[in-house]
């Protein structure tokens, strides 16, 4: 596994994940056998498994995130990763959007989760290529350096076909905070 990016501190109230720069990517097989890119490697397209994630992407007229779980030899997740430093004061509000890209009304979904040093923030089952908002306090992590994992899955019956996950708008709220 390659090593994780150095921590990032935020360069001001709003933190664009688009535009740090310093992700990881990569995936975990059906098998929980995860394999992480190294860090600044923006686009992985995995041949073995299909696993997919592509920061280039566009939906709906705005930036996203594309990724797809592997789903050759079994499903499994891709992710993106980003290392912060949180601030010990205010405490910050991670925001962003999700979606499924056009032409993926056959998938019977994807969960997208916000996992914060592993643990699991946010967690939602969503369909539909409808821009749809999230939010997660970061409080409980305030003063902490923070892996930020931004994972999807097939849903709950394992089917990876058609889960054409999009991540977009995806932001570090830190209000009144001026970086140092």
Known sequence: AAPAPAAVHPPGSVTDFDEIGLAAAGFIRADGTEQLFPPGVAHVHDEATGARVDPTAQHLGQPAC????????????SFQEFTLQLPAAPAGVLTGLTALAAGAEASDGVTFRVRVNGQVAWSEHRRGSAWQPFSVNLAAWTGETVRIRFEV????????SFDWALWGGRRLLLPGYTAP
């Not at 899955?153 to 990876?160: E, I, K, Q, V």
């Open 66 to 77: 594309f990724m797809h779980g592997p789903y050759i030899g079994g499903a499994g997740d």
């Open 153 to 160: 899955s097939p849903g709950p019956a394992g089917n990876s």
